[in-house]
Every structure is written in structure tokens, then in C-alpha cells.
């Protein structure tokens, strides 16, 4: 079996990494294979895999089967019935609520919200819902261990400001799965893009997109829901 390290996928090149690479020849070679066997044989965790075994059957170049596991893919990536349909989806087919808090709040704000909304990030905005920052929660886990004054702090000393990853609820699905990958985060913000004056563009939020949604996207597909 030939495997081709870039695929045409949505618009978008897609080129495989050498470890998705190493996926596909196991799972060819060994088929039916776990994702526990192939991550033992690659001496990494299941959880490091996870995104690398989703976009390789997003993509189709592998298949799988609850259960069972993971099988070469039954025809050529061009003709994969499951590429086709999830080239036409876009990020406004499957983004989510985003969960904010304000720029305003705290380090113990954003701590509750954590556990109240059951999320791995939070996306701070100001009044207007403007983009200003992601908190994730291992940024805050950082910051309290062992330091009890830290409820109070503002959460703009915690948050990441600069080069944060977006997307467009226009953009393609694979897009955003690709940036959830190469970016390695669990959700990525859905903005709106609004040009000011001075050549200044202010990101209105209005959604996200989780590796748990892209997730449930993958088995809806695989399972045929």
C-alpha cells in the first residue's frame, strides 16, 4: 500500500505527520489494531494519539469500529464516502456556546466557571464580546497550587493574549481540526471579524469548537448517525 503523505482534503493540503505516518502502516500492517497497541508500539500515551487517530479517519485513511479497532480504510481518500460528506461541513455546522468570562473577573471566577460549565479553557472577552484572552486550565492550576492569594488575582495576569488561535464560522471543519492539532488545545474560539479604523480589527466571540465536539462529529460519521 502506497501512503500518500498529502491529501487534498475540504480546500485545504493536509500533510501528514511522521507519526501519522507510522499510524497508517500499523494499522495496515497489523489491522485490526487497538489504539492502546499502537501507541505501546509507538512508546507514546493513547491520549497523545488521540487527535492523530481522529484526523487520519477524518481524512480516510484509516477506519474504525467500536470494539474492535482501527483498519485501513475499505477505498482511496478521494473516493471515501466520510471525507466527501465532511468537506462541506464548516464550523458553524458543529461550534458550540462559547463559555466566557469577563476580562474583569477573577482568578476564583474563572475556577467556578471551570467546574460549573465542565470545560477544559475559557475565552475572556470585554463588554462588547470582544476577544481578549483564552484561560486554560492548566494556566490556572499553575497559578493556585500551593498559593491561596491567588483567587483574587485578575484574570488577565493568567490569560494568553498574543497569537491565539481562531477560526471563522465559515472555515472548513478540517481547518479547525488542524489547528486543534497543530496548536495542541482543547477548543479553539469562533469570531466574527470586524475592521476598525487604523487598519485595527476587533474579533467579536461567538462560539467555540472543542476536540469533544470534532470527536462526536468523528462517531457520528463512523458509527453512520
Same mark, same amino acid.
Do not use: W
Given at each position: /500500500?502506497? !501512503?500518500?503523505?498529502?491529501?487534498?482534503?475540504?480546500?485545504?493540503?493536509? *500533510?501528514?505527520?511522521?507519526? *501519522?505516518?507510522?499510524?497508517?502502516?500499523?494499522?495496515?500492517?497489523?489491522? %485490526?489494531?487497538?489504539?492502546? *497497541?499502537?501507541?505501546?508500539?509507538?512508546?507514546?500515551?493513547? %491520549?497523545?494519539?488521540?487527535?492523530?487517530?481522529?484526523?487520519?479517519? /477524518?481524512?480516510?485513511?484509516? =477506519?474504525?469500529?467500536?470494539?474492535?479497532?482501527?483498519?485501513?480504510? +475499505?477505498?482511496?481518500?478521494?473516493?471515501?464516502?466520510?471525507? *466527501?460528506?465532511?468537506?462541506?461541513?464548516?464550523?458553524?455546522?458543529?461550534?458550540?456556546?462559547? !463559555?466566557?468570562?469577563?476580562?474583569?473577573?477573577?482568578?476564583?471566577?474563572?475556577?467556578?466557571?471551570?467546574?460549573?460549565?465542565?470545560?477544559?479553557?475559557? !475565552?475572556?472577552?470585554?463588554?462588547?464580546?470582544?476577544?481578549?484572552?483564552?484561560?486554560?486550565?492548566?494556566?490556572?492550576?499553575?497559578?493556585?497550587?500551593?498559593?491561596?492569594?491567588?483567587?483574587? /488575582? +485578575?484574570?488577565? /495576569?493568567?490569560?494568553?493574549?498574543?497569537?491565539?488561535?481562531?477560526?471563522?464560522?465559515?472555515?472548513?471543519?478540517?481547518?479547525?481540526?488542524?489547528?486543534?492539532?497543530?496548536?495542541?488545545? =482543547?477548543?479553539? %474560539?469562533?469570531?466574527?471579524?470586524?475592521?476598525?479604523?487604523?487598519?485595527?480589527?476587533?474579533?467579536?466571540? !461567538?462560539?467555540?469548537?472543542?476536540?469533544?465536539?470534532?470527536?462526536?462529529?468523528?462517531?457520528?460519521?463512523?458509527?453512520?448517525?
Amino acid at each position: /500500500m502506497i !501512503i500518500q503523505r498529502e491529501c487534498f482534503f475540504g480546500g485545504v493540503i493536509i *500533510q501528514l505527520t511522521t507519526r *501519522q505516518l507510522e499510524i497508517v502502516r500499523l494499522v495496515t500492517s497489523q489491522a %485490526p489494531i487497538t489504539g492502546e *497497541q499502537i501507541a505501546e508500539q509507538l512508546g507514546v500515551s493513547r %491520549p497523545t494519539i488521540r487527535s492523530d487517530l481522529s484526523l487520519l479517519v /477524518m481524512l480516510g485513511y484509516i =477506519d474504525a469500529k467500536p470494539k474492535v479497532g482501527y483498519f485501513p480504510a +475499505p477505498t482511496a481518500v478521494q473516493d471515501n464516502v466520510h471525507v *466527501q460528506k465532511l468537506a462541506s461541513l464548516k464550523v458553524k455546522d458543529v461550534q458550540s456556546r462559547a !463559555i466566557i468570562v469577563s476580562e474583569t473577573s477573577t482568578v476564583g471566577d474563572a475556577v467556578v466557571t471551570l467546574f460549573l460549565e465542565n470545560v477544559g479553557s475559557l !475565552i475572556v472577552a470585554d463588554e462588547e464580546g470582544s476577544l481578549q484572552g483564552v484561560v486554560s486550565r492548566k494556566d490556572l492550576l499553575k497559578v493556585t497550587l500551593g498559593n491561596a492569594a491567588a483567587a483574587s /488575582m +485578575p484574570i488577565g /495576569m493568567v490569560m494568553t493574549r498574543s497569537n491565539l488561535a481562531t477560526v471563522d464560522a465559515e472555515d472548513d471543519v478540517v481547518e479547525a481540526a488542524r489547528k486543534l492539532i497543530y496548536n495542541e488545545v =482543547d477548543s479553539l %474560539p469562533v469570531v466574527r471579524k470586524h475592521e476598525l479604523d487604523g487598519n485595527k480589527t476587533r474579533l467579536e466571540v !461567538i462560539g467555540r469548537i472543542t476536540k469533544t465536539s470534532m470527536t462526536k462529529l468523528l462517531l457520528e460519521f463512523v458509527l453512520g448517525h
